[in-house]
């Protein structure tokens, strides 16, 4: 039996660089900003949250794997979820795609219960899975084509293989894929339905550098056509240039949650570094410092100033050193990376 294709009651987004297969007459939703159709909103949902999860726990036997999380997309963005092993990112992200139900809690995807709402949602999301549920025989344009078919609305099959690097390996089994084009394929088969909102699970694990970087161009292009896209990732610098909004979990919950420049900014001391003559007097630079700023020379003529380094901070350093007839070389500004503030929530210990 022929698969039905998923028609959903709204209108499926355009990605940029693809035709619209809705364009003639009666058919085009009413054009929003830059001519694109908007996203719909549906009764009784957060015009802000594409996913909204208040109190979720999810146990397996006596282990809360989720304990009380509370998370927001919002609608148009690229929100980043990370965390170590067994924080419960894995949990979270499968129970929004309607693979597991909580114990407790409110989930809310699209506005609706991704469990109980399972056949109304799935035709409007996008889901990327590590591994498994493919026949490994399955030729990997065989198996896009297949995807393709269960959307109204499909991306071109050949436009986007050719995008993602799989034309090449069209007719090779699944099983002799390497793992960089089975990651491709997964990506490819999560996206070509139109979806308005994906979840996307490690998108560049084990992809070369030339895949990684049109994978996240697809991400970015994703985003500027108003899809939601909700990435867990183990890379710190895919997330710090990727997502608008970044969920750090750790023990089933939150621990933090904002945009890069907001969780690496807050509550931070930044450190500037200069090197001039060795001896300085630091005790007369530090009085003409904000209180609570620290001086060091670590090395012979190499300069450390910690505290809230900003341009009135840096200014100040530099008329210093003019004063005194000090050639600061080297200037720099150190500030926290988004892998600081992983760490600092969640400790340096590894884990299984």
Same mark, same amino acid.
């Given at each position: 039996?022929?698969?039905?294709?998923?028609?959903?009651?709204?209108?499926?987004?355009?990605?940029?660089?693809?035709?619209?297969?809705?364009?003639?007459?009666?058919?085009?939703?009413?054009?929003?900003?830059?001519?694109?159709?908007?996203?719909?909103?549906?009764?009784?949902?957060?015009?802000?949250?594409?996913?909204?999860?208040?109190?979720?726990?999810?146990?397996?036997?006596?282990? $809360?794997?989720?304990?009380?999380?509370?998370?927001?997309?919002?609608?148009?963005?690229?929100?980043?979820?990370?965390?170590?092993?067994?924080?419960?990112?894995?949990?979270?992200?499968?129970?929004?795609?309607?693979?597991?139900?909580?114990?407790?809690?409110?989930?809310?995807?699209?506005?609706?219960?991704?469990?109980?709402? +399972?056949?109304?949602?799935?035709?409007? @999301?996008?889901?990327?899975?590590?591994?498994?549920?493919?026949?490994?025989?399955?030729?990997?344009?065989?198996?896009?084509?297949?995807?393709?078919?269960?959307?109204?609305?499909?991306?071109?099959?050949?436009?986007? $293989?050719?995008?993602?690097?799989?034309?090449?390996?069209?007719?090779?089994?699944?099983?002799?894929?390497?793992?960089?084009?089975?990651?491709?394929?997964?990506?490819?088969?999560?996206?070509?339905?139109?979806?308005?909102?994906?979840?996307?699970?490690?998108?560049?694990?084990?992809?070369?550098?030339?895949?990684?970087? +049109?994978?996240?161009?697809?991400?970015? %292009?994703?985003? +500027?056509?108003?899809?939601?896209?909700?990435?867990?990732?183990?890379?710190?610098? %895919?997330? %710090?240039?990727?997502?608008?909004?970044?969920? @750090?979990?750790?023990?089933?919950?939150? +621990?933090?949650?904002?945009?890069?420049?907001?969780?690496?900014?807050?509550?931070?001391?930044?450190?500037?570094?200069?090197?001039?003559?060795?001896?300085?007097?630091?005790?007369?630079?530090?009085?003409?410092?904000?209180?609570?700023?620290? $001086?060091?020379?670590?090395?012979?003529?190499?300069?450390? @100033?910690?505290?809230?380094?900003?341009?009135?901070?840096? $200014?100040?350093?530099?008329?210093?050193?003019?004063?005194?007839?000090?050639?600061?070389?080297? @200037?720099?500004?150190?500030?926290?990376?988004?892998?600081?503030?992983?760490?600092?929530?969640?400790?340096?210990?590894?884990?299984?």
């Amino acid at each position: 039996m022929r698969p039905r294709p998923h028609r959903a009651a709204t209108a499926h987004p355009g990605f940029p660089g693809w035709p619209d297969p809705r364009r003639g007459p009666g058919r085009d939703p009413a054009p929003g900003p830059g001519g694109r159709a908007p996203l719909p909103r549906l009764p009784g949902m957060n015009n802000e949250s594409a996913v909204r999860v208040r109190g979720l726990v999810k146990r397996y036997g006596a282990k $809360a794997a989720v304990d009380g999380l509370d998370l927001d997309v919002r609608s148009g963005t690229v929100t980043a979820v990370l965390g170590p092993n067994g924080a419960g990112k894995t949990t979270t992200v499968e129970t929004c795609e309607g693979y597991r139900r909580a114990d407790t809690g409110t989930v809310r995807v699209l506005g609706l219960d991704p469990a109980a709402d +399972a056949a109304r949602l799935r035709p409007r @999301i996008g889901v990327m899975l590590q591994s498994g549920g493919v026949y490994p025989g399955a030729r990997a344009d065989e198996m896009l084509r297949h995807m393709a078919k269960l959307h109204a609305h499909p991306l071109d099959v050949d436009t986007l $293989a050719e995008r993602l690097g799989l034309g090449s390996c069209g007719r090779t089994p699944y099983r002799r894929l390497s793992g960089g084009q089975r990651q491709r394929l997964a990506l490819a088969m999560a996206v070509v339905g139109r979806p308005e909102l994906v979840f996307l699970d490690e998108p560049t694990a084990g992809l070369d550098p030339q895949a990684r970087r +049109a994978t996240w161009n697809l991400v970015r %292009e994703l985003r +500027a056509d108003g899809v939601t896209v909700v990435l867990t990732t183990h890379f710190m610098d %895919e997330a %710090e240039a990727l997502a608008d909004d970044v969920a @750090i979990l750790d023990g089933g919950r939150v +621990a933090a949650q904002g945009s890069p420049e907001q969780l690496c900014r807050g509550g931070a001391e930044n450190t500037l570094r200069f090197t001039g003559r060795p001896g300085l007097d630091l005790g007369s630079l530090l009085k003409a410092l904000p209180d609570g700023t620290a $001086a060091a020379e670590l090395t012979p003529g190499g300069y450390r @100033i910690s505290g809230t380094v900003g341009p009135q901070l840096l $200014a100040t350093v530099t008329s210093w050193c003019a004063q005194h007839g000090v050639m600061p070389d080297g @200037i720099t500004v150190e500030r926290r990376t988004l892998e600081d503030v992983f760490l600092e929530l969640t400790g340096k210990e590894l884990r299984s």
